[in-house]
């Protein structure tokens, strides 16, 4: 099937027919949906798909024991995210093996997509908890105990999918038979529009780290209750956010709250408590350290003002990432070869292969996004870019997998 067809086909699993966004949260009935789909497309190109001990999808071409080149990406999302991030390379990565097959290539390694579980942490608030897991990046016990907002652990969500949440933990044996891990994926943010090119590849990522926030106050009547006599830490945390944009801009960086629990949450009444998350990124993990610093103490100064008790726990980190530059290179020499300029990029978006990073060499592929938004049904990719996305994964592949 041409990329447009298994396009097509993808499109429907998951999308919300009010936002229109992708609500494709892993252990779900539509991450069951996607996996399906992947498993029957893949199997029908005659590559053999296996589960991994942590719930990650593996569609092998070639039975080499170790070299292998890995490509692919994800297929959850976040709360009515777009269609393209994580979707756009595991697609382009079953196109591109279907050309390669199409001119009779053989590879002289074994080519392999992968589909990583629980990569936006949409579900159980760990971002890239499928490559973590594989990579030793987190432990297994803490993993399992990992819950989301009914409540439900990883552990129960992974029962109840069928899988046995015992075998999660580091797979030495899987990362020894991976020589290159390439994920393209759609560009989250607007370079590649403005210097006329299709396709980048990737220089670093940032680091990137998520933050609880948790202010607690005293419930009250929104009426009788005298603004002076109120604990309300809706107070504080508006403070936050708004000393978050201040703090984060002066340092270059960026820092988000994305998500807010309001409790009782009662529109007629002051909150006993306001649970919220902040996400912040910046070009090196000083600045990032300094950022959440100031943001900290900003939200227990705010607290301390409203009479509200205030407490921070950071959830996860991820230090930056600077990808192999001998894969770089020679990726950037098939692309110049085949006539494909492609710009190299930092991102400040976390991947998958950020973790692979650390193991196996390296690299991305960017696809041009026209608008740079990313993370909602606004996301998008025009159809001539996605293929010439896959042309570009093909030919990587090729001269990657080509040689012995
Ligand atoms: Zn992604």
Redesign the pocket.
Known sequence: MTFAALWRELEPFGRDQGTGGYRRYSWTPADAECRAWFTRQAENLGLTVEQDRNGNLWAWWGSRRSGAIVTG??LDSVPDGGGY??ALGVVSALAAVEQLKARDFYPERAVAIAVFTE??GARFRVACLGSRLITGAIEPASARGLRDDDGVTLAAAMTAAGRDPSLLGPDEDLLARIGAFVEL?VEQGRALAPMGAAIGVAMSIWPHGRWRFDFAGRADHAGTARLADRNDPMLPYASTVLAARRLAGERGAVATFGKVIAEPGGANGVNSAVRSWLDARAADEETLAETAAAIRSAAADAAAEHGVTFEASRESYTPLVRFDEGLRDRITGVLGAAGITAPVLPTA?G?DAGFLAARVPTAMLFVRNPTGVSHSPAEHADLADCEAGVHALALVLEDLAGRP
């Open positions: 990406s994800h991030d994580g990569e936006e994926h978006a991947h």
